[in-house]
């Protein structure tokens, strides 16, 4: 069965501080997705990014950037100089490489920016 | 432009009587999902549509149905809503593409159901 873990609840850092959210996943498939994703007060839940099992390598984009360690499952985001617009609630996923690409959620972290 | 739509924004109704949520979409995607959130909780998914094909999760309540008259339009109907299914009603869509992957899921901005 796949599992997401996102062990931090609730983060609350002041602004233009660097802040990461862990993720670490468990599954018995050999290829897979992991993703995150923001969801904003408003609700919608908007993507950040997807990475392949087999794509290692770190991405980063602008603010954001994800460290992805196979040998740890783990798939954490590092938010750099952080801003009141970055809080939300921050969630992980896993899915399946092909079919349907069910995403199973970890709980979601809490991320508050404070001015 | 909104590519994933949800109607309502916010939907009220009454212990037992049924519900119609609206979600559509203009990215021609022929696979559609069906996420319940409640709370502080994960996205749960019901279910998902691959075209025409309906695929229910096994733990998915028989209370909660689904239709896709078309590749646009998806309903989520909940048959005799109860106070636990209070839940922000989210609707998600992606292609499925050569070889049997498929790509990413773009949400719509949910429905919040309140079930008095």
């Keep these: 069965a796949q599992k997401v873990t996102q062990a931090q609840t609730e983060i ?28 904003p007060p408003s609700g919608e839940l908007v993507f950040l990014i997807r990475r ?11 603010r954001y950037s994800w460290n992805f360690q196979k040998s740890t499952s783990s798939f954490n985001f590092t938010i750099t100089a952080s801003q009141v617009v970055d809080s939300a609630v921050y969630f992980c996923a896993l899915s399946e490489a ?9 709980q979601g972290t809490r991320l508050t920016i404070n001015p | 432009d909104a590519m994933v739509i949800q109607n309502p924004r916010y939907q009220v109704t009454q212990f037992g009587k049924p519900v119609t ?21 994960a996205p749960k998914l019901l279910f998902h549509y691959y075209d025409k094909d309906f695929n229910n999760e096994a733990d998915t309540p028989d209370n909660f149905q689904s239709r896709r ?26 292609r499925r593409l050569a070889g049997g992957f498929t790509d990413t899921q ?3 901005p949910g429905t919040r159901l309140t079930v008095l």
């Design chain 1, 12 to 39: 609350s850092v002041v602004e233009k501080e660097d802040v990461t959210l862990d993720c670490v996943y468990e599954t018995r498939d050999t290829t897979y997705y992991l993703f995150w994703y923001k969801q």
């Design chain 1, 52 to 62: 392949n099992s087999f794509d290692e390598q770190n991405e980063i984009s602008g």
């Design chain 1, 98 to 106: 092909q079919g349907a690409q069910k995403l199973v959620f970890g």
């Design chain 2, 21 to 41: 949520l609206s979600c559509s979409q203009t990215l021609n995607h022929n696979v559609m999902y069906w996420y319940q959130q409640k709370s502080s909780q």
């Design chain 2, 69 to 94: 008259p078309n590749t646009s339009f998806c309903f989520l109907d909940i048959r005799s809503p109860g106070l636990g299914d209070a839940a922000m009603y989210l609707c998600a869509t992606s």
């Design chain 2, 106 to 108: 773009y949400f719509g």
